[in-house]
């Protein structure tokens, strides 16, 4: 799939990747460069530990969507390509 690179330096993630892997707007994304390749993914949601009846439980910084069937099944289908 080609995309062009603005005159600010913006690439566009074409809509289907975008809604494939979750990505809504300013959702954060990861990007680097390695061996000449540019990586992009999604970012790592922040996450804060704490105490719970003695035990540690994680729970993310911010409010994230509902996990619904829908999500789960394309989450568990795009990692078995």
Do not use: C, F, W
């Not at 707007?25 to 990007?31: A, K, L, N, T, V």
């Not at 949601?45 to 704490?50: A, F, H, I, N, S």
């Not at 719970?52 to 789960?72: F, I, K, Q």
């Amino acid at each position: 799939m080609h995309t062009t690179i603005d005159a600010a330096g913006r690439v566009v993630i074409p809509k289907s990747m975008r809604e494939s892997l979750g990505l809504a707007s300013g959702r954060q994304i990861e990007i680097r460069e390695r061996e000449g390749v540019i990586e992009i993914e999604p970012a790592a949601t922040p996450m804060r530990l704490e105490k719970r009846r003695g035990r540690l439980v994680s729970y993310p910084d911010r409010e994230l969507p509902p996990m619904t069937d829908d999500l789960v099944r394309a989450t568990l289908e795009r990692t078995r390509r």
